[in-house]
């Protein structure tokens, strides 16, 4: 089985043992004959995918009512992957997100790390560096480095812990927040985890 | 008694009843004939400054040991101004002190409100919104403007109240994050506090 995460820069595929991406604009989705499930953000792509048969949407088979309407349905598709948990995405945007008793109970937006270091250098020059995760959270920091790592690691961090629930962290940049929240499970196949529990849940494979 | 809080775009004046502004582009700091006591984060102008004898930039009697090089003088003076409290300035970033018993324990960098909603739309124009002050931080949202207004004030606000200290809210945007911080005391005249303190102190008046 195929399946596909399809986002603003690229095709990220999954055959179930390994994963490989394509670059959007280079890769001709009419050159794969087998049935492939996808999600897809990208607005154009999607146009393109709905006429070609054997790309199957799997946004087709969500029960929009567990969800909000402009929820993006990565997000969606990494809470039907969990029971009990809160995730926490983190690409150019950070999306974190809970579910207690497989059921959505809502989630925030956060700014990812990327946007943020351009955020805190567009502020000040002073304020040019990357974050430091290894940064002590435990104190109140007396540099500038760590004053704007601390303040978007440890305002996440505490905000995050206050929900006691176990942490799932996906996305590309799930290992540079895994120092921050040391007992969170890893898992950078969550969303393919989710699609295929849709697709079972729907029959249609 | 002229105090003078200088910054990248306004010098901001207090004569002890009443504050005004004046942009940094237009006005003659020589104009002025009288004792100005001043702080100033804009390096050209402190050059200016240095050279007129009646402006005394009260940089000069602070113990920067109690303090760390690359920080600003406005959240020093702030810093000054208390005892025992968490400072938050919120202006174009938001610095978050904490003062314990007249001692600095170091503090962090936020990003302000205006920084932040940029960063929130150049991520995606799905995200192009306003924050909503008044969004409800006892429940996770299901809508996306609430979502980055959650993002942005409840991760804020779950940290500084794991201090457990009296909140001083200052800086232009204090207002608006009074909504969000409803036990903060709010004072727009922080930093002239802080420098009346210093001036005291070094009995230079």
Same mark, same amino acid.
């Given at each position: 089985m195929l399946l596909c995460d399809i986002g603003n820069t690229s095709f990220h595929f999954y055959d179930g043992k390994k994963d490989y991406k394509k670059d959007v604009t280079s890769f001709d989705s009419s050159s794969i004959d087998e049935k492939v499930y996808y999600i897809c953000v990208n607005p154009k792509l999607k146009e393109v995918l709905? @006429?070609?048969? /054997?790309w199957v949407d799997l946004?087709?088979? @969500?029960? +929009?009512n567990k969800y909000y /309407?402009? +929820?993006g349905i990565d997000r969606i598709m990494a809470c039907e992957a969990v029971d009990n948990n809160i995730i926490i995405d983190a690409g150019s945007a950070i999306t974190v997100d809970l579910v207690k008793n497989s059921k959505f109970e809502g989630g925030f937006i956060y700014a990812g790390v990327s946007a943020m270091e351009k955020t805190y250098k567009d502020i000040s020059s002073a304020l040019d560096y990357s974050f430091n995760f290894e940064c002590d959270l435990d104190i109140m920091p007396k540099n500038s480095r760590d004053a704007i790592s601390y303040g978007y690691l440890k305002t996440l961090y505490s905000e995050v812990i206050s929900h006691e629930m176990q942490i799932v962290l996906t996305g590309g940049d799930a290992q540079k927040l895994a120092s921050v929240f040391p007992t969170a499970k890893v898992d950078d196949k969550l969303i393919f985890t989710g699609m295929r529990k849709i697709i079972k849940k729907a029959n249609i494979c």
């Open positions: 709905h @006429i070609l048969k /054997n946004a087709e088979y @969500i029960d +929009m /309407n402009s +929820m």
